[in-house]
């Protein structure tokens, strides 16, 4: 557990969920996952297996308090062991581009199907007007604007340093206040918001809400890594 805390990710632009709780449970995974031997491919496809099934649930199950909960615990056990295979991988020695593009296929695949489930469910389920229907739409643009940004953003900055090695823990760090006002851009914020599906009402408020957060706060990101690409590709 001592090597695997040197070999965690920077905690900067972590929000408060992924670096608070994630990270710490992927801690515990990537221990149990380096005793039984896994790879880090494997522990990746753990991680798909539970994500997916509970947004298969989702999509497919009426709505109500025991399905909340049991999606919410497989999504969040899905996301710790997506933060796990690369515990594993960096602590086996840094892992292979092979196994970081399938990590990163994965979550976009996530990224996308956690709102296709929304949507699915609010028609089947609901009887909500279809002009609802566009808030899981404009949340999957924005999500996957985002993530796409982020993993280009990291991936522009490595090449400027000559380096395919991301930044572990003590290369940078970001504030607990910063943490907690990102938090409404925190994929685990969302998975733990289907605790409300039985809920609708409250999960549809919830949701939007984080819909509304993620697309105005996109410009803000986007200038933010454009001005800095352009530092690095002037340096």
Same mark, same amino acid.
């Given at each position: 557990?001592?090597?695997?805390?040197?070999?965690?990710?920077?905690?900067?632009? &972590?929000?408060?969920?992924?670096?608070?709780?994630? /990270?710490?449970?992927?801690?515990?995974?990537?221990?149990?996952?380096?005793? $039984?031997? $896994?790879?880090?491919?494997?522990?990746?496809?753990?991680?798909?297996?539970?994500? *997916?099934?509970?947004?298969?649930?989702? =999509?497919?199950?009426?709505?109500?308090?025991?399905?909340?909960?049991?999606?919410?615990?497989?999504?969040?056990?899905?996301? =710790?062991?997506?933060?796990? #295979?690369?515990?594993?991988?960096?602590?086996?020695?840094?892992?292979?581009?092979?196994?970081?593009?399938? #990590?990163?296929?994965?979550?976009?695949?996530?990224?996308?199907?956690?709102?296709?489930?929304?949507?699915?469910?609010?028609?089947?389920?609901?009887?909500? &007007?279809?002009?609802?229907?566009?808030? %899981?739409?404009?949340?999957?643009?924005?999500?996957?604007?985002?993530?796409?940004?982020?993993?280009?953003? #990291? *991936?522009?900055?490595?090449?400027?340093?000559?380096?395919?090695?991301?930044?572990?823990?003590?290369?940078?760090?970001?504030?607990?206040?910063?943490?907690?006002?990102?938090?409404?851009? #925190?994929?685990?914020?969302? $998975? $733990?918001?289907?605790?409300?599906? =039985?809920?609708?009402? =409250?999960?549809?408020?919830?949701?939007?809400?984080?819909?509304?957060?993620?697309?105005?706060?996109? %410009?803000?990101?986007?200038?933010?890594?454009? /001005?800095?690409?352009?530092?690095?590709?002037?340096?």
């Amino acid at each position: 557990m001592t090597t695997l805390r040197g070999s965690q990710k920077s905690s900067k632009g &972590a929000a408060a969920y992924s670096r608070f709780v994630n /990270r710490p449970l992927g801690r515990v995974f990537a221990a149990l996952a380096a005793s $039984l031997g $896994l790879a880090p491919n494997t522990v990746t496809a753990i991680s798909a297996l539970f994500t *997916f099934t509970g947004l298969v649930l989702v =999509a497919t199950i009426p709505p109500s308090a025991v399905l909340g909960i049991g999606v919410a615990l497989l999504l969040g056990i899905g996301y =710790a062991l997506d933060s796990a #295979d690369g515990q594993v991988a960096r602590l086996s020695g840094g892992g292979s581009l092979a196994g970081e593009w399938l #990590d990163h296929v994965v979550d976009a695949i996530k990224t996308s199907s956690v709102h296709v489930a929304v949507v699915i469910a609010w028609f089947r389920f609901t009887d909500l &007007a279809p002009g609802w229907l566009l808030i %899981p739409l404009v949340y999957l643009i924005a999500d996957n604007a985002r993530f796409f940004g982020l993993v280009l953003s #990291d *991936f522009l900055r490595r090449l400027d340093r000559g380096s395919s090695k991301m930044i572990l823990k003590r290369e940078g760090t970001t504030s607990t206040l910063y943490s907690l006002a990102v938090l409404p851009f #925190d994929y685990g914020l969302l $998975l $733990l918001s289907f605790v409300l599906f =039985a809920w609708m009402p =409250a999960f549809v408020v919830l949701y939007g809400l984080l819909t509304l957060a993620n697309v105005l706060v996109l %410009p803000v990101a986007f200038r933010r890594w454009f /001005r800095e690409m352009k530092r690095l590709g002037s340096a």
